[in-house]
């Protein structure tokens, strides 16, 4: 392939696991008015050449397309199989029915294990009389892989005991649900625009990055971007940025990063 598109990035959601507002909480982050308090669940939506692709398909899935007027989608990449990120996936029907087509589904032996396990009724081929999700489900194994003419780069990160996939695609990078960034993958980030990284808290977390680790993981990569995500109500947007080193932001739903050809 010569050079990479033009990608537009969507941030659809931002928020940890439980988003923020958190149920029953009325903290000062969760009773906030600043529309960047309020954070879905993380993905992010990749646009190039009149193609639309998520990363993950979150609980708030649907209001997440719909928020951000996406009425085309053709793929969805997984990280990995955490409800956070999969619960959304029946709303893609609606996708199904417009275009007439499988959605391409890319993602780990092991995510898409659980996605059979949890949608199982998809995949049963008993005689049903309602719409089922129609996928076409592509197992990554760790390779390279080329969705509608770009190369994604699965990118290994550690999340607690487990090993996911972050993703690199042209100069961007979306690393989500991360303890730690082995050193064999941060090789695979050097020059990049655009990186997101996870920064749930302040507080050390077993499975997630903390605001300060992933300071140090973007100092080293210095991309010319950084933006954290999954964040928890922890940290309320403007405070926390305001403490942030130059080139390093929070990401924000709805926020949008538009990102040259090369
Ligand atoms: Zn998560
Ligand atoms: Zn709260
Ligand atoms: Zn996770």
Redesign the pocket.
């Known amino acids: 392939m010569s050079g990479t598109p033009a990608f537009k990035i969507t941030v659809l959601g931002s928020g940890?696991?439980v988003g923020v507002p958190t149920v029953g909480c009325h903290c000062a982050v969760c009773s906030s008015d600043d529309p960047r308090d309020k954070r879905l669940r993380?993905s992010i939506l990749v646009g190039f050449d009149n193609h639309n692709v998520v990363i993950d398909t979150t609980p708030d899935f649907r209001t997440q397309v719909l928020r951000a007027k996406v009425d085309r989608l053709d793929a969805i990449v997984y990280t990995h199989p955490?409800a956070?990120?999969i619960m959304g996936l029946d709303d893609v029907r609606p996708f199904n029915f417009r275009q007439g087509q499988h959605m391409p589904i890319y993602a780990s032996s092991e995510t898409l294990g659980v996605i059979r396990r949890a949608f199982s009724y998809i995949f049963d081929q008993s005689p049903r009389s309602t719409y089922v999700p129609r996928l076409d489900l592509h197992e990554l194994d760790g390779s390279p892989f080329d969705v509608l003419g770009v190369e994604f780069t699965p990118i290994p990160i550690r999340h607690g005991h487990d090993l996911i996939f972050g993703f690199r695609f042209g100069r961007i990078a979306y690393l989500?649900?991360h303890s730690a960034v082995p050193e064999s993958s941060m090789e695979l980030l050097r020059g990049l625009d655009v990186l997101f990284l996870d920064a749930l808290r302040h507080k050390p977390h077993p499975t997630h990055s903390t605001v300060q680790q992933s300071i140090a993981t973007a100092s080293v990569l210095q991309a010319r971007r950084t933006y954290f995500t999954?964040i928890c109500h922890d940290l309320p947007h403007v405070k926390t940025e305001l403490c942030l080193p130059p080139n390093i932001f929070l990401a924000y739903d709805g926020l949008e990063i538009e990102v040259s050809a090369r």
């Open positions: 940890t696991s993380p955490h956070d990120h989500t649900d999954h």
